[in-house]
């Protein structure tokens, strides 16, 4: 028999979505941090291990791009967005799925029915120094502009390749302390500094928004945890 060639060409995605209800929505900030969580509990998850019924579409799809999709639910369509196979997570008011990558043309239907385009949340806040805190800490570049949606993707990459490239010692701390996590959105000037020294720094594949290798996020490790 023949492979479908249509199916075999799309692309493999990791696929999120965030719960942006019309009142109260959560923050930019809040759903990057949340995007990041649920990609590395979704990895994390013993499903996900080799000898878990997840382990095949995620390492078809963390083998290849690492392509990330963000979409946007509320009421009745986020609660049908719960029954795809995934993992739900919560951080600073904002709930994300991630879900099982599939190539595009897959994606269950309760998932595929939950729009991309992001609508509008609050204006973010720049900030000139990095706020204290401890755990992983990503920065969202100032430089472009990005929707709250492309933003969370590359936030969920970053936390992706600090989790993923880290010693195991670090990852059991953080794991101990409860996973803390902070997003900022730095002025290019404060950028600029952080460019410098950031261990993991995202360059983006350039399928949406921005050019190809646009850099747009950076991860790094705060005490106690770094090393």
């Known amino acids: 028999m023949e492979a479908d060639q249509s199916t075999d060409d799309s692309p493999w995605a990791l696929q999120l979505a965030a ?15 949340a995007a990041a969580l649920a990609t590395i509990e979704l990895l994390d998850d013993p499903r996900s291990q080799p000898e878990g019924e997840w382990h095949d579409a995620v390492a078809s799809w963390n083998g290849a791009r690492i392509r990330k999709i963000v979409r946007r639910g509320r009421a009745s369509a986020w609660q049908r967005a719960q029954v ?19 190539r595009m043309n897959q994606a269950p239907e309760a998932l595929a029915k939950l729009q991309i385009q992001s ?15 401890r755990g992983l800490f990503i920065a969202v570049t100032p430089c472009v ?11 969920a990459h970053a936390g992706q390749w600090a989790w993923m490239r880290s010693d195991p010692e670090t990852v059991r701390a953080w794991d ?22 950031a261990p993991v720094q995202i360059h983006d594949g350039g399928f949406t928004e921005v050019p190809a290798g646009t850099k747009t996020a950076l991860a790094w490790w705060a005490e106690p945890f770094a090393h």
Do not use: Y
Request: hydrophobic residues 40%.
């Open 145 to 155: 502009e990005m929707s709250w949606g492309k933003q969370a993707a590359q936030c």
């Open 84 to 102: 795809p196979d995934g993992v739900t997570v919560e951080r600073d008011g904002a709930e994300v799925r991630a879900f099982v990558p599939s």
């Open 176 to 197: 101990t302390a409860g996973r803390p996590i902070t997003v900022v959105h730095p002025t290019r000037a404060l950028w600029a500094k952080l460019v410098e020294d």
């Open 19 to 33: 719960r942006v209800e019309k009142l109260d929505p959560p923050t930019a900030a809040a759903i990057g941090a």
């Open 119 to 133: 609508s509008s949340l609050d204006e973010i806040e720049r900030v000139a120094a990095v706020p204290n805190g």
